[in-house]
Nanobody, 115 residues
């Protein structure tokens, strides 16, 4: 099992930056995929970015270039650097981990971008 704890959300003005962190309860080197999702009320949760154990990354086409996912294996932590934020980036951001056939979720962290 894996527990995930997100942090770093908050209120930021449009054009600003935020960095989210996701701390895992176990070594992330044995986690196949770690990812960030986001969700707004009434909408489905959408994938923002993912990173595999080998370090390869994938991004939502709409967010590529503004968001960067990275990992620190020594700290068992995955990060999401968000730049040039827009009001439409306002959402609850969730960290996810895939281990074998199971997917785990964090509790989410609110990001609010004011115009």
């Amino acid at each position: 099992q894996v527990q995930l704890v997100e942090s770093g959300g908050g209120l930021v003005q449009a054009g600003g930056s935020l960095s989210l962190s996701c701390a895992a309860s176990r070594s992330i080197t044995v986690i196949n995929i770690m990812a960030w999702y986001r969700q707004t009320p009434g909408k489905q949760r959408e994938l923002v970015a993912s990173i595999i154990s080998g370090g390869g990354t994938q991004y939502s086409d709409a967010l590529k270039g503004r968001f960067t996912i990275s990992r620190d294996n020594a700290k068992n932590t995955v990060y999401l650097q968000m730049n040039s934020l827009k009001p439409e980036d306002t959402a609850v951001y969730y960290c996810a981990a895939v281990v074998g056939l199971r997917q785990y979720w964090g509790q989410g962290t609110q990001v609010t971008v004011s115009s």
